[in-house]
């Protein structure tokens, strides 16, 4: 019996900030984050899209009644909680009317959280193949204004439903993980953004890579020519080509080269323009590889990298089913295009607003641009939500 990822969603905000124009405001070369992260924009989130409306969004973007009938298991893997007790897959469960006997509940490891979370619904899928997971990986990437880590921000959630005989993408149980407990990136509860090692934490995401692939290649005897594409965590994607540049090594073909770097370009495509997701990044990547690639072929096999600081990396792959390309959209560059540029300082006012309650616990917030849903205010600490109409943004 195969397990994989059956369909994949993606939301991510309504609003984007390009990156010139953050580089013109902070006094910086736009070659920089053009040319030296790899970025032209990022999604800006207003205080009405948080990582539950996201993460509902996704999902809804994919589920049918039928897969709302049979999903048992309902996972968010995030950094960007906003509830230190109450899991988000809670109420995303209830906003998408999934059946009530399911287990919902939240993960954290920094960005690898997602992949721990595909692991554990693998887990469940072989013990009871009628069920169907919904694995969603949603944060909301903030590091503040004028901070070193501001221009890889980002916002955006991924859904993943894992089934039996899925129709896109299957597990093949090479999984090679590793933990290293350093201090690389980390936000105590007491914090609203990270605190951060910049540029320790990329020498360490380039040598857990490294370390890890070669643990991989020993275990599961696979090459890189194995591969028609590799797939990294994002947190800017110029740091992934230096990952894959480390990967490709003399003795390959410049054809396969070729393939391969063409593949990452179609990679990162999104994540250009929508910047860090933290635990949605990994397979943002993989989303966009499969919906811009030209070349790729049923029966390929897909690497992936998945880092979260602390650090916590893995490498597996997936195999490309028959039909995949019928569970893909084409509309998706055309949403992104649609999102309202921002200027600097609507970003600043709109990322940075603070919820300010009454004396009650309570406060409602202005109308912003949402996805499939929106949080509408907090209400004697309780927060709420609503379903948004179409003529509603
Ligand atoms: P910085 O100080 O903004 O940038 O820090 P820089 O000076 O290192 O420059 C960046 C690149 O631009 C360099 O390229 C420059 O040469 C180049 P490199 O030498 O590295 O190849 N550059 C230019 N290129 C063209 N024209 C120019 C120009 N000027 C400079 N005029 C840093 C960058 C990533 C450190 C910062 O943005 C940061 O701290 N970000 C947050 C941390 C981060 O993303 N770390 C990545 C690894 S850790 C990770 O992946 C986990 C994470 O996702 C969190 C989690 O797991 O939860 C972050």
Not at 267 to 287: D, M, P
Not at 300 to 327: H, N, R, T, W
Not at 334 to 355: G, H, I, K, M, N
Not at 375 to 386: D, V
Request: charge should be negative.
């Amino acid at each position: 019996m195969m397990i994989g990822i059956d369909k994949m969603g993606f939301a991510t905000p309504k609003y984007q900030l390009k990156m010139a124009d953050l580089a013109q405001a902070r006094g910086v070369d736009p070659n920089k984050y053009s040319e030296g992260l790899l970025l032209d924009a990022l999604s800006i989130a207003p205080i009405t899209e948080d990582i539950i409306t996201l993460a509902a969004s996704a999902a809804q973007d994919i589920l049918t009644e039928e897969d709302k009938a049979a999903i048992d298991m309902v996972i968010v893997a995030t950094e960007s909680s906003v509830d230190q007790s109450k899991a988000a897959a809670v109420y995303v469960h209830s906003l998408l009317d999934i059946q009530p006997f399911a287990r919902s509940f939240e993960v954290k490891e920094a960005c690898y959280s997602a992949t721990a979370a595909l692991n554990y619904a693998k887990l469940h899928v072989e013990k009871s193949p009628q069920s169907r997971v919904l694995v969603l990986a949603s944060d909301i990437a903030k590091y503040g204004i004028g901070s070193a880590g501001e221009s890889t921000q980002g916002a955006g959630s991924l859904a993943m439903l894992i089934t039996s005989n899925p129709r896109l993408l299957a597990f093949q149980d090479d999984n090679v993980a590793q933990t290293r407990d350093i201090m690389d990136f980390w936000r105590p509860n007491y914090s609203e953004t990270p605190f951060v090692n910049g540029m320790y934490s990329t020498k360490q995401y380039l040598d857990s890579l490294t370390t890890t692939w070669a643990e991989y290649q020993k275990r599961s005897g696979k090459e890189l020519t194995d591969f028609a594409a590799f797939c990294f965590h994002l947190p800017f994607p110029k740091l992934a080509l230096k990952g894959l540049n480390k990967l490709i090594n003399k003795g390959i073909s410049e054809e396969k080269k070729e393939q391969l770097l063409d593949n990452f370009a179609h990679s990162i495509t999104y994540s250009k323009q929508v910047g860090n997701i933290y635990t949605g990044s990994l397979y943002l990547g993989l989303l966009s590889l499969l919906e811009n690639a030209k070349t790729l072929k049923a029966g390929d096999q897909i690497g992936l990298f998945s880092y979260g600081s602390g650090a916590v990396s893995e490498i597996f792959s997936l195999k490309l089913m028959p039909d995949f390309d019928q569970q893909l959209q084409t509309q998706r560059q055309a949403s992104l295009d649609q999102r309202q540029t921002l200027t600097v300082a609507q970003y600043e006012t709109l990322f940075f607003e603070e919820t300010k309650l009454d004396e009650t616990g309570s406060r409602e917030f202005a109308h912003y641009a949402s996805n499939a849903f929106r949080l509408t205010g907090i209400k004697e600490h309780q927060r709420q939500y609503s379903k948004v109409s179409r003529n509603d943004n």
